[in-house]
T-cell receptor, first 113, second 115 residues
């Protein structure tokens, strides 16, 4: 069975610093997709970044980048130059095929001024 | 604004009651997903519809049911409500059935409180 594990329930980062959120997953499939979603206090789910498993190049979106290690089944999110608006719950998600999404339990990120 | 709408925003009801949550996907999106998020928990996938047909089922209780109508809006019906059903219920939609761009766009959620 596929699982997604976020082992850090909570993380803190100083404003303007860099923080890395961890995510590991378990699957026997070779073709899948990985996502990071952000959930601010408004509870809206916002897509941050996505990665195709068949691509070796790590995805980057402005201050957000991932470190995708397929063999290790690891998909961490790096946030550079952290801003107060980055404070939120971050969920790692795995998508197999066309419809099966599995979410991790989330990491709460606090940004300290 | 994701383009996905959900009504109502908040719902307060009593145990044993039945409620209906409504979701309108983004224009052109054929797939609708329902998720349950209990307090400080991750998202639990409930069910997915594609163009009116049930495509996948997750951890959905038998007391819960859903459908997608010809105009592609979807309803999630929760019956015989229990205190533990109190949660945030999200609807998400996506356009294509394959490919990385099949990202899900989430609605704002319906917060259900069962007293």
């Amino acid at each position: 069975a596929q699982t997604v594990t976020q082992s850090q329930p909570e993380m803190s980062v100083q404003e303007a610093e860099t923080v890395t959120l961890s995510c590991t997953y378990d699957t026997s499939e070779s073709d899948y997709y990985l996502f990071w979603y952000k959930q601010p206090p408004s509870r809206q789910m916002i897509l941050v970044i996505r990665q195709e498993a068949y691509k070796q190049q790590n995805a980057t979106e402005n201050r957000f980048s991932v470190n995708f290690q397929k063999a290790a089944k690891s998909f961490s999110l790096k946030i550079s130059d952290s801003q107060l608006g980055d404070a939120a719950m971050y969920f790692c998600a795995y998508r197999l095929g066309t419809y099966k999404y599995i979410f991790g339990t989330g990491t709460r990120l606090k940004v300290l001024a | 604004d994701s383009g996905v709408t959900q009504t109502p925003k908040h719902l307060i009801t009593a145990t044993g009651q039945r409620v209906t949550l409504r979701c309108s996907p983004r224009s052109g999106d054929l797939s609708v997903y329902w998720y349950q998020q209990s307090l400080d928990q991750g998202l639990q996938f409930l069910i997915q519809y594609y163009n009116g047909e049930e495509r996948a089922k997750g951890n959905i209780l038998e007391r819960f049911s859903a459908q997608q109508f010809p105009d592609l809006h979807s309803e999630l019906n929760l019956s015989s409500l229990e205190l533990g059903d109190s949660a945030l219920y999200f609807c998400a939609s996506s356009s294509r059935t394959s490919g990385v761009h099949n990202e899900q766009f989430f609605g704002p959620g319906t917060r259900l409180t069962v007293l």
